[in-house]
Each structure stands twice: as C-alpha cells, then as structure tokens.
C-alpha cells in the first residue's frame, strides 16, 4: 500500500499553485509550463484546483500580511503528505519587497518548505529541475517537514489507518465466531 | 468634440473667473490649484469643454502640516492636474463621484493610505490595507513608521445580507491566477451586485520606494507587475527624465518602442489564451501560448531574459540590439503574422466564442466615459483613447499605426481590439526596426535629481498607466504615485455583471485583462 502511494506520487505529483503576493513574472513561467513548450503534464504533473486534491503547493511571490492566514489555511486543508515549492526569489526570502509594510517576508516565514527555486522569474527549465529534485529527494524521504500549528483534526498517515482496518476486521471476525 | 491644449486652459480662465483657483505651469504640464472646494468647480468646467475628460489618478501627499489631494485628469489630448489642499487635522473634501462615478475606487485609495475623508463617498473601511490594519494609522503619511504598525489580532466580523446568496470567489480559487476576493450576490442565476476585496497583492510599493534610489527603484517599480514590466519601467523612467530635463538619444527612443511594442505583443497574446480557457476552450489556450514563446524568445535575444528584463534605465536603455539579431527577430514576427488570420477568424466568427462573449458585459460609450476606464476596454466601447497617440513618447510620434476601436463594447469587442491590436503591434516593431537610428543608446545622467514633480502617461497592454513623481533634491524621490490600468478598469466589471448570469462573470471578468498585482501594487 505504501509502495503504491509513493509510485503515484513519484509518477504523478499533483500540484496546486498559490499566489501569496507575486508580481505574477513566476506565474506566468509556471502556466508556461503547462503549455505546449514546455509541457510538464508529459511527467505526470497536474494542476490542481482544489489543495484538497494536491501533494504539492506552488508558492510563488512574498507573502503579504492579507494573505499569510490564507495561506495558512491552505497548507493545513492539504492531505499529508505535503510538499511546498517557494518559487522565485520573493517566495525565497520576500526578495525586492523585504521590509515594506505590507510583505511578512519569504513563504517560510508562514509555512514549511521543502524545495526553494531561486530567480527572478526562474525559467521554466529551472522550475522542471526544481521539481525533478524535490520528486528524487521523495525517494529517499528525509522526515517530512512538522506541520506548523496543531491542526484541528490530524491527519492520519495511510499507513496507520491501514493497520487499524487491519485489527477491525480481525476483531469483528473473532466476533462473528463467537 | 476635442479642444486643444491651449483652448482647454483658454477655457477654464474664462470660466473660473472671480474664484479663488491659480493656473499656473508646473509638472511639465498645466496644473491649477483649487482649495476650498473649488475643485469640483473646475473638474465641472473641464466636463463641459471636454467630453472625454476623465480621472486618471488622485495621489494623497503628505506636504506637512497640510495633505495634498492631486487630481490629475485626463482631456482628449493632454493631462491637468487640480491641486487641493486640506488641513491634516481635519482632512475633509468633497467627493467627485458624482461628477463622475469612476473617481469611487481613486477616492478609497486615498482614505484608506493618506487618510482623506471624501465626504459624499458612501465607501468606508479597508481597501487595500489588511482587515487587521488598525484604524487611523495612514501608511504613505510621513510621521508612520509602517513597519511598527502592530496588527489587531482578529478582522472585524461581517455581516451577512439578506436573501441574496452570496457566492465568494477567491482568494485562492481556480480561475484567478492571483489572489483577490470578490463577493458576488446572486439571486437565483442573476448577478445582483459585486463586492470586490482587493489588497491581497498589496505590498506598499509607493512607500519602499521613497527609501530607494531612483536606480533602485526602476528594478523595485518592474516587479509592480511581471507581465507589463517594460510599460512600468518606461513610464519610470520617463518621469524623472521629465524632471531632469534629459534629452534620450533617437536610437535609445527606437529600442525603447521595439521593447515596449515586444511586451505588449506577449501579453496580449497571454490574454487571449487566457480567455479561451476561462471559457473552457483550451485548444485555444494551448495554441496562443504556443505561439506566445518565440516571442518570450524574442525579449530574451533583445534583453537577456524572458519576462522580467530590467533593460531600460534612465536616459536610455542598458543594452544595445545587436545588428546579427535583427534576422532573428524578423523571422520570428513574419512567422506570427501568418499565423495571425487564423486565430482572427477564429476570434471573430468561431460560433462558441460569439456565443459565450457576443452581448456579454456590455459597456454603452458614455459609461466607459463615465466611469474612467482606459485601453482596450474604452476602446472596444468606442472610445478612441490610446496614449501612443493622444499624447506620443518615445518614438510612436514617428512611426504610423492605427487606433483600434470597435463599437459594440461587448467582451467579444474588447477582445478583438486585442486580437487586431497584435497585427499593429507587429507593423510598429517591424517599421522601427526598419528605421533604427544609429548612435548612442543611453546618456550619462546624475544620479541626485532636482527638487521639483513630473507627470507621465503610458499605453500599456492593459491601457493608460500613469506615474507622478516629487523629487526633493536627493538621490531618492519623495512621492512616486503609481495609476495601473487594471485599477481604472474594475469599476467597468462591476458594473456590467450586474443583472447578468453568473456563468458570464468569467469571460466578463477576464476581457479587462485583470492583473491584481499591478492593482494592489
């Protein structure tokens, strides 16, 4: 069970992109992406509407001081597990913008990330390595990050669940019997 | 009927007689200064003479113990500026919206930075700041430290409305690439009326840019927003050499244009698949971004990246075109224009494009006058409006091309002013290229620019961008006040989705170009 959910995410990320306060030049490279040039839906990766869906948050641009709760929000409707990509040098660090009033400052400053994409946009063939990486660095997981603030209710990992089926199942059949 | 810009001012001293208001030369342009509430004495004379007289921005400045409101507005061909002035501790002036209704969003701007009561301006609260921002500290005054502002820990609560459902789209939601909220009350299928949010793009750029160089802050002003990042750079740049008094070299003017006409070409070629896919054609998509990449191509070659290029600096450009490129680029253009019948009969006549834009979010002419709106979507109302033309920089006094209009003011319309829109760009960057100049491409200037204040127009892709800049002796400017298009234009969304369907809310929506970076700034 566990093999097969980590083929499917190796070989077909599901990715949602969120703008927490870009100039949108990353936006743009990453629908560039999706487009016949470049055309990354040839690995399997797929952008998602919905973060209930994805494995993988695209942030693009500095987070804003509207817009940090949101993304917050975001993150924490996520399924574990999950990845966040920072992309651009403003999602890096809060880039031109760090220290004006209205920007908190990179996206770490908000949520954990895993993989940082450095440019001003980064091209496209950055954002596919950046993407190949953070897919091989998954093969070999290193623990993945600690979620930020106790979530309401905690997702359970599949494989925890699936031993917990396990034992009902056993448990109604010792029942059945008796 | 258009008047000259001698006549219009001709016109207002005849008019303004016996009233205490002053006209007098500054900016580089006209400007008259109207307190006591005469400002809405001379906005009505320039209504009077001028019926394509329009907002184009109000910047708040804080001048010390007063605040200054700057009306600068647009006439057919030129650009005056009403200056009025109010005490800071009771900050009080009459609105103009009734004068014309698209001043609403420039008047809430101003409350919600400066701290401006315009009073007969029903809209209160937050516009651009954070919910959490607290109340009564005005960012862009002098004596706010802004980067002290303790937030309020928890937003206002908001009351739900009666029995209209309200449906929310946004900030993260699948149609919008960028974070921005709308409330849209409908009842049944009907659009009944539209609360925007904005601000969730807002960064404070107006600000950060008081504690940068000018050099600095051509880079800071491109990131206002990536895909016009030329436009902003140009209209940068272009204002403080107005008040540098630099003459830009002629070839330096022809690059300038090919880099402004190039930026223009990739976004509206974005916008147009953008809009096929809001409407579910993503072949359509597919196709125009396919074809949307020689030309990232094409900037890379003249500028050394795809997107955001930084390649234009004051008193000229920072990278001369090599002559073994110019094949390159030809190639490139003569490829699109090809290409370009097929994707305009599609545009025109392909029946699910009529039948999803035709009759939707109609604009009516003298609304689009009404309520300021600028660039494609005046035009496609039949408001023959473009910058390049009205009032020409760099070298477009030069070059031939026309102004697209259509009259039907529909999205359909607003759209095929884009598609056509590319045809004339292509020309323009094919006759510069024909007759580049040779010579120097930049100019020495200094680096500490005088004390004294510019104003400068734009036609970017999305419509007029306006700057005003207050330079104070130093190497930093004291006030940059930055007008995108998209700002102008959301008043027109709002009012053409009202009594509509809400499956018409996307194809209206996006046919204003929407780019809630360059509007939160």
Known sequence: MTNLAMWARLKSPWVIHFNSGACNGCDIEIVALLTPKYDVERFGIKLEPSPRHADVLLVTGAVTKQCTERLKRIYEQMPQPKFVVAIGACACSGGVFQGTYGVEGGVDKAIPVTAYIPGCPPRPEALIDGVVKLLNALKAPPAPPAPPAPAKEKAQPAEQLEVEVKEALIEAKANAKQ | ?521
């Open chain 2, 1 to 521: 009927m258009q008047n000259s810009k001698a006549d219009i001012l001709a016109v207002l001293e005849c008019k303004l007689q016996g009233k205490p208001v002053q006209i007098q030369s500054g900016l580089g342009k006209a400007s008259v200064i109207a307190n006591g509430g005469t400002h809405r004495d001379v906005l009505k004379t320039l209504l009077e003479a001028d019926e394509k007289t329009a907002v184009s921005a109000i910047s708040g400045i804080d001048l010390g113990t007063n605040l200054g409101v700057y009306y600068h507005i647009r006439t057919a061909n030129d650009i005056i500026t009403i200056k009025a002035e109010v005490p800071k501790d009771n900050p009080k002036l009459a609105s103009i919206i009734d004068l014309l209704p698209g001043a609403a969003f420039h008047e809430m701007e101003v409350m919600d930075l400066v701290g401006v009561v315009f009073e007969g301006n029903p809209n209160r609260g937050h516009f651009v700041l954070p919910e959490t921002w607290p109340e009564g500290i005005y960012p862009l005054r002098k004596d706010v430290n802004a980067n002290e502002v303790k937030l309020n820990p928890e937003p206002p609560e908001v009351k739900s409305e009666g029995k209209l459902v309200k449906i929310i789209v946004g900030p993260q939601h699948p149609a919008l690439l960028e974070p921005e909220k709308f409330a849209v009350m409908v009842e049944g299928e009907i659009v009944r009326a539209v609360e925007p949010r904005i601000g969730y793009v807002h960064r404070g750029i107006e600000k950060a840019s008081e504690s940068r160089t000018y050099i600095q802050d051509i880079y800071l002003v491109e990131r206002i927003c990536g895909i016009c990042n030329t436009c902003h750079a140009a209209a940068f740049v272009e204002t403080v050499e107005k008040i540098l008094k630099t003459e830009v070299p002629a070839r330096a003017k022809y690059l300038r244009t090919i880099l402004l006409e190039v930026n223009r070409l990739h976004s509206h070629l974005l916008t147009l698949g953008h809009a096929g896919l809001e409407i579910g054609y993503e072949s359509l998509f597919q196709y125009f971004w396919r074809d949307r990449e020689p030309i990232m191509d094409i900037t890379e070659i003249l500028t050394g990246n795809r997107v955001l290029n930084s390649s234009l600096t004051v008193g000229g450009v920072r990278r001369d075109l090599k002559e073994t490129d110019v094949p390159k680029i030809r190639l490139v253009l003569a490829d699109l224009r090809k290409k370009l019948p097929f994707y305009t009969e599609v545009y025109e006549n392909e029946p699910s494009i009529r039948m999803r834009m035709q009759n939707v979010g109609t604009l009516k002419r003298e609304d689009a006058l009404k309520l300021c709106v600028v660039g494609p979507v005046a035009r496609g109302s039949g408001v023959d409006t473009d910058v390049r033309k009205d009032e020409p920089y760099e070298a477009y006094g030069e070059i031939p091309f026309k102004v697209i209009t259509q009259t039907e003011g529909d999205t359909w319309a607003r759209m095929n002013v884009r598609m056509r829109e590319v045809e004339e760009s292509i020309n323009i960057v094919e006759y510069a290229l024909d007759h580049l100049p040779s010579g120097a491409y930049r100019v020495k200037t200094p680096r500490v620019v005088p004390a004294g204040e510019a104003v400068n127009r734009v036609e970017a892709p999305r419509g007029e961008l306006f700057y005003y800049i207050r330079s104070n002796g130093t190497a930093m400017p004291e006030r940059v006040k930055v007008r995108t298009p998209t700002f102008a234009n959301i008043p027109a969304f709002l009012h053409t989705a009202i009594g509509e369907s809400i499956a018409d809310v996307p194809p209206n929506f996006v046919s204003l170009d929407p780019c809630f970076s360059c509007t939160d700034r």
